[in-house]
């Protein structure tokens, strides 16, 4: 009993430290953006003893238009999940339950193209784009990142969807439901955990990108990607400014992240079959 | 309330045949098991009525009407699955009425038909409840009712029993059975428990590397197999094979015996060792080893007190001898009178 508390207190303490050393740079971002620049450049940091400030939040959201960022933010984000899952649903549905002797070798080759950096297709996208008028537009730039995220998307969903027995679909079948009643009424519930985990995955992954938004956007579509940039070059290094901006482009994800949670850890297809 | 008839079925899995040119008659009103050991086509050939696999060649008839390639709804089956495939995120009642539902039936039509099916099943008080809050031998009958509600032309059963504990799988053989006769409902029944298609059948239909290798009413089967295979593969403790010279005296290439027709007798011109002795209760069954090495199972009485290395004799009852030729194929019943005789004319 004794030897099992300890251990468990090992591992939680491991765990914490993990944890703390991942959040880290978060952290240090978070209490710096409520400094002043003078406090944040200091050497050595001050660490909770400082004078605490909004002034770096309100410069921020003065001087850069944030709100404007964070609605291009959402457009291409959310644009590019939905357009992914939407192409996504039915290729892992078809792969994980009419499989071929092609779908692996398909699987594979889809995850291939993440292999590729993607600074290998710019000038091409880049010039297909301007002769097309995608340039700086937030549908250009949605496309883009949901062809990018369709193979990390398909992989979710086929995994996801190979643990849904194929007999509750089969039973869908013969009891008459359509292809789309069965895809929406039997397999998205039992599915919808790792719907959510998916769409929470790709849209992270599409609200951080910073090379295709960096570079197809300038004006009118540029997101909270290029919010933060904007605050890193003009007039050198303000660190403070920085982390505000930077934390004002988190905000939005976490929300996010915190109401997928429930869907996140929910295991509806338990009981389904012995 | 259907005849199926399979003309020709034929299904092939890349260079498998999972079914070689099945033809059967599905009796109406009858209750058709399929029985075989696994891998053996069964399962394959109730996909294919059911429709869940696409039939290569041949025509599969319901009353009358080819529907080799119709959808699975259209061909108006019901399905019970070995593993439930219960719908986990609606309640029973929903679970019920599914196939109601997506045909779009009046809500009220769907409530009265679910409820009636409800009630004959015993599952009117759990109806609110999901599949996951249900007990294995609960979400069985939920599976059933499933299929009950759309009053489907024939159901048809994938090894049903098989999630079950003993106990409740007697129970529900029963229970399957005799809701199938209350209501003349056609039934093929899948299952690789050779007992089960013994009490379950009307006619019963085995199986081996996709072909059909005999059908027929369970005691036709029983007393007359009509290969070595089917000799072995029905009836529990199995049928003794034995060769050579015992064989030879039957004009056969292998003679079959069961248990129950080989007693234990001083007299009897087998001469073995007793293995062990298995005490069912009601009777006992002596595994014994013949001086030339082949094991056999004999039934003898219960009261019998044998122990192993005991030397017993062996007394065949000659009416219940079946005989196979090289290829395991039965041989008539009578012939080894018949020619002992022409050997004796000679």
Known sequence: ?274 | MSTIVLEGVTKRFGDHLASDKIDLVIPNRGFTVFVGPSGCGKTTLLRLIAGLEDIDTGRLLIDGVDMAHTSPAARGLAMVFQSYALYPHMTVRANLGFALRVAGRPKAEIAERVERVALMLNLNLLLDRRPAALSGGQRQRVAIGRALVREPRAFLFDEPLSNLDAELRAQMRFEIRRLQQELGITAVYVTHDQAEAMTMADQIVVFRDGRIEQVGTPLEIYRAPANQFVAGFIGSPRMNFLGGPFALEHHAATIGIRPQHLSLDPRGALKATVETIEHLGSESFAHVRLESGEHLVARCAPELELSPGAAVGLLTDDRFVHRFDAEGQALPVGVASIRTKAAACI
């Not at chain 1, 050393?21 to 406090?39: D, G, N, Q, R, Y």
């Not at chain 1, 990390?152 to 969903?157: E, G, H, K, R, T």
């Not at chain 1, 599409?206 to 938004?213: I, K, M, Y």
């Not at chain 1, 290029?226 to 007039?235: D, E, M, T, W």
């Open chain 1, 1 to 274: 009993m004794r030897a099992r508390n300890t251990s468990s207190i090992v591992v939680t303490a491991l765990a914490w430290c993990a944890a703390l050393t991942v959040a880290f740079p978060l952290l240090w971002a978070l209490l710096t953006s409520f400094k002043t620049e003078l406090e944040a450049a200091s050497f050595p940091p001050q660490f909770l003893r400082f004078a605490w400030t909004l002034d770096n939040y309100r410069v921020v959201m003065a001087d850069g238009d944030y709100f404007a960022s964070l609605r291009n933010s959402l457009v291409i984000a959310g644009g590019s999940s939905a357009l992914a899952l939407l192409l996504g649903v039915p290729a892992a549905w078809a792969m994980a339950f009419a499989p071929t002797a092609r779908t692996r070798g398909t699987l594979l080759w889809m995850l291939s193209t993440k292999m590729l950096p993607p600074v290998g297709v710019l000038i091409p996208v880049y010039l297909f784009y301007r002769d097309w008028g995608l340039l700086d537009s937030a549908f250009g730039v949605a496309l883009l990142l949901a062809a990018g995220n369709l193979p990390i998307a398909v992989w979710m969903l086929f995994s996801n969807f190979r643990d849904v027995p194929a007999e509750i679909l089969e039973a869908a079948r013969i009891d008459g439901a359509s292809m789309l009643q069965e895809l929406v009424i039997v397999l998205a519930p039992m599915a919808l955990p790792g719907l959510a985990s998916t769409f929470f995955l790709i849209f992270t992954l599409a609200w951080n990108e910073a090379f295709w938004t960096l570079n197809l956007t300038s004006v009118d579509a540029a997101p909270l990607t290029a919010f933060i940039a904007a605050f890193s070059s003009p007039q050198g290094l303000f660190w403070a400014r920085l982390s505000a901006a930077s934390m004002l482009s988190i905000a939005p994800v976490l929300v996010i992240g915190w109401f997928c949670q429930r869907q996140l850890v929910r295991g509806l297809t338990f009981g389904a079959v012995k």
